[in-house]
């Protein structure tokens, strides 16, 4: 199949079918009650009346399973003529976007490029030339999984696999055929890009794309590429599921337990879903004392949760819609950071970050801006021990396997951020604490590239870079922040190497001055000197000077 099939489709025909089979139930359903009417015949004894009754019956037995055939083909008439109108509207955008690009787009999906002067545009028009391309084929898709859908259907149909299903009329028999028809939508595509998700996506009609978040809601709400309202509805929805799910296991493993004893792996495992269990009660109570929805857009989105790829729960919250945002933060936290431990005070100071970042743009005179600031704890940082020096264990510092297990996933999310963004180009900012900065700066050299305009590495035990091009960043986009009291100092950071790479403070990256200033709003604010200062307020409530410059980047405006 290809795009012509999409041009060639007759969406009339598919309404005109819709309304003649819905007539036909009308009329089937006006026989039924004749039938019962006459089948009580009043009055009638004896054999023949009882044969004359039996007849009526299995008469009236008949029509509802033809009501359920019609049931299913006036469903599937009614959901492909949708589809396909959805597609064709699709195809016509992409074709003028296309036209307006000087490019083409060819029947397989494939689309050329006129030539230009101008070589500075070339990666910019092939960009453009992947996205089109990208959406193209993936209509291709969806119109193959319709065409299926309807042979699936009219198969059932002619081998007599649609039946009414033992209803008690013809209304409940032609429910039971809707049931039995219509289409099903597509699953999102396994290991694919975001960018090609959000073409998935895009090509599902929104009846479709409202039956997968209704009916499937665990499907999407970790799917990199699904718009960030989707993923936020369907994890909402799981909450309580995936509650109900960790507590049965936690009942199951005690039983267990009790009767084997303990030093187990049961016993192990208790603990990580004892542990999940606070994590999602924490994200409950987290979403719902703000939950964002177009009517709150300033709330708390649900972007990430996922209780079951490890040992450790997993979640992202965004302040704000980032596909609305023209600015958008990513934060990825370090060591022992947990849900249940962390979330709150890391909203508490991505609000303020936000609020820091909005009143800087307003300053500028872009108080149009929008700002969405993100909790990223989609990895497993290591635990901290108190037991070991300083609190924290060097070997989980130098050793990289948690971060180089995270860096993909975050790559991914910050392509996300780009594919479902409603803006031309979303100015994104990457901040990474401790060990978050090391999976921050993995994840910025991880192959296909990034979206990420700036980054920020604060309390960093190195990322494994010297300078921006390493990091797939433009030269001064790349900063460092060092607290002078910082005891990530003693893991080598004050020489040229540390644990992880160059020391970030010999690295040829934009070195900020966190100490405390009078910044140039006016404000007195205190410096980051521990570890833990560098996102929090000072005594005085405002932003120390590390969260002010974090703010002025975030707002796309140059730090002091």
């Known amino acids: 199949m290809d795009l012509t099939t999409i041009d060639n489709w007759n969406t009339g025909a598919l309404d005109t079918m819709a309304d003649s089979l819905g007539k036909r139930v009308t009329t089937v359903g006006e026989v039924e009650e004749a039938l019962r009417t006459a089948g009580q015949l009043p009055g009638w004894y004896g054999g023949g009346a009882d044969s004359a ?7 009236a ?6 009501a359920a055939v019609l049931g299913a083909a006036h469903q599937l008439a009614i959901e492909t003529s949708s589809a396909v109108n959805h597609l064709k509207g699709r195809l016509a955008a992409l074709r003028a976007q296309a036209a307006g690009a000087q490019m083409t787009i060819r029947d397989d999906g494939s689309v050329t490029a006129a030539a230009t002067p101008d070589p500075e545009d070339d990666d910019t028009r092939e960009a453009v030339r992947k996205s089109l391309e990208t959406a193209a084929k993936a209509l291709i898709v969806q119109e193959a999984d319709i065409d299926g859908d309807a042979e699936r259907v009219f198969d059932a149909i002619r081998d007599g696999r649609i039946t009414a299903n033992g209803a008690g009329s013809v209304d409940e028999a032609m429910r039971a055929g809707v049931e039995q028809g219509g289409l099903t939508p597509l699953e999102p595509p396994a290991d694919k890009s975001a960018y090609e998700v959000k073409a998935y996506w895009d090509a599902l009609s929104p009846e479709q794309q409202r039956q ?5 809601p665990e499907l999407l709400g970790n799917v990199d590429g699904i718009p960030s309202a989707v993923r936020h509805e369907a994890n909402v929805a799981q909450l309580a599921p995936v509650l109900k799910q960790l507590q049965d296991r936690r009942d199951q493993l005690k039983e267990q337990i009790e009767f084997w004893g303990l030093f187990t792996n049961e016993d192990a495992e208790l603990e990580q879903v004892e542990k999940k269990i606070k994590d999602v009660e924490k994200l409950q109570q987290l979403i719902s004392s703000n939950r964002w929805a177009p009517d709150n857009p300033d709330g708390r989105m649900l972007l990430v949760m996922d209780m079951f790829s490890g040992e450790q729960g997993k979640a992202a919250i965004s302040l704000g819609n980032p596909d609305d945002a023209e600015h958008v933060s990513v934060t990825t936290p370090g060591l022992d950071t947990s849900i249940r431990n962390s979330f709150e005070p890391m909203l508490g100071e991505s609000e303020e970050l936000r609020r820091v970042a909005i009143a800087q743009l307003d300053g500028a005179g872009r108080g149009g801006e929008k700002v969405a600031t993100i909790s990223w704890l989609g990895y497993e940082p290591p635990d901290k021990d108190s037991s070991r020096p300083m609190g924290v264990s060097y070997l989980e510092v130098i050793q990289q396997d948690r971060a180089s297990a995270g860096a993909p996933d975050l790559a991914d999310f910050y392509r996300a951020i780009d594919a479902t963004s409603t803006k031309d180009d979303p100015h994104i900012v990457a901040l990474g604490h401790s060990y978050g900065s090391l999976t921050q700066g993995l994840a910025l050299q991880a192959e296909g590239g990034h979206p990420v305009d700036d980054a920020v590495f604060y309390g960093s035990p190195g990322f494994e870079a010297d300078d921006e091009p390493e990091l797939g ?16 100092d003693d893991f080598g950071s004050k020489g040229d190497v540390g644990p992880n790479g160059p020391a970030p403070t010999s690295t040829k990256l934009e070195q900020l001055d966190v100490n405390g200033r ?3 709003d006016g404000v007195e604010r205190e410096g980051a000197y521990i570890h833990s200062d560098y996102p929090r307020n000072g005594a005085n409530g405002e932003l120390r000077v590390s969260g002010y410059l974090m703010a002025r980047l975030l707002a796309g405006l140059t730090p002091e």
Do not use: C, K, P, W
């Not at 433009?474 to 990530?488: K, L, N, P």
């Open 53 to 59: 009754r039996q007849l009526y019956a299995v008469t």
């Open 473 to 488: 960043l433009e030269d001064g986009h790349g900063y460092v922040m060092m607290g002078t009291s910082d005891f990530i």
């Open 518 to 520: 009078v910044t140039q």
């Open 61 to 66: 037995d008949d029509l509802r399973d033809e």
């Open 212 to 216: 997968l978040l209704v009916d499937r």
